[in-house]
């Protein structure tokens, strides 16, 4: 278990639809990031917030916004939902700064687009 | 911004046996880290092996070892006596200590392991 927990673990929605994904970082990680990994591919940024403000942007679609709470749980909304979006996302948090580790990964959330 | 490549969509190794994945990245940073993580059927991904571009000596975890080769920008992974459980998607990482730590991701080498 690494900690980071990602809800819901499986979603399907129909194309137009917005759904949220919601992460909970690991206790005391103030970064947070969003990938997408579509089917048999590789991980593609998204999105970086670290303590509630957005850090770095990655190939995200303005369909696509986040954003980081108070208690650094972190939430991602897919609007305009389209067949393409259909991927595993996953969220992963990590302590910055100079004590710099590896990203710990939530176990993703896979949506289905229908 | 940096970019990781992996040149190896698939790979496939006999058990028991040495593989090695090989990954190159390209960054202007003198600092950073590098990483390589293991995705199983499960999705999950895991750890296998870090290392500190400052420390010339090369990383090892068990059967894992990187040949981290910083001039060149490359950063293989090899894993020596292959076991079954060791197929997987295997993803190199490079972590910037100065871009907001930025973490990005090659494409992945799928690893097969035949009995």
């Known amino acids: 278990d690494s900690g980071v927990t990602q809800t819901p673990k499986h979603l399907i929605t129909a194309t137009g639809q917005r759904v949220t994904l919601r992460c909970s970082p690991r206790?005391?990680?103030?970064?947070v990031y969003w990938y997408q990994q579509s089917l048999d591919q590789g991980l593609q940024f998204l999105i970086q917030?670290?303590?509630?403000?957005?850090?770095a942007k990655g190939n995200i679609l303005e369909r696509f916004s986040a954003q980081q709470f108070p208690d650094l749980h972190s939430e991602l909304n897919l609007s305009s939902l389209e067949l393409g979006d259909s991927a595993l996302y996953f969220c992963?948090?990590?302590?910055?700064?100079?004590?710099?580790?590896?990203?710990?990964f939530g176990q993703g959330t896979r949506l289905t687009v229908v | 911004a940096q970019t990781v490549t992996q040149s190896q969509p698939e790979m496939s190794v006999q058990e028991a046996e040495t593989v090695t994945l090989s990954c190159t990245y390209d960054t202007s940073e003198s600092d950073y880290y590098l990483f390589w993580y293991k995705q199983p059927p499960s999705r999950q991904m895991i750890l296998v092996i870090r290392q500190e571009a400052y420390k010339q000596q090369n990383a090892t975890e068990n059967r894992f070892s990187v040949n981290f080769q910083k001039a060149a920008k490359s950063f293989s992974l090899k894993i020596s006596d292959s076991q079954l459980g060791d197929a997987a998607m295997y993803f190199c990482a490079y972590r910037s200590l100065y871009n907001n730590n930025d973490m990005r991701f090659g494409a992945g080498t799928r690893l097969t392991v035949k009995p």
């Open positions: 992963a948090s990590s302590v910055t700064g100079s004590m710099n580790t590896e990203a710990f």
């Open positions: 206790s005391g990680d103030l970064s």
């Open positions: 917030y670290y303590n509630g403000e957005e850090r």
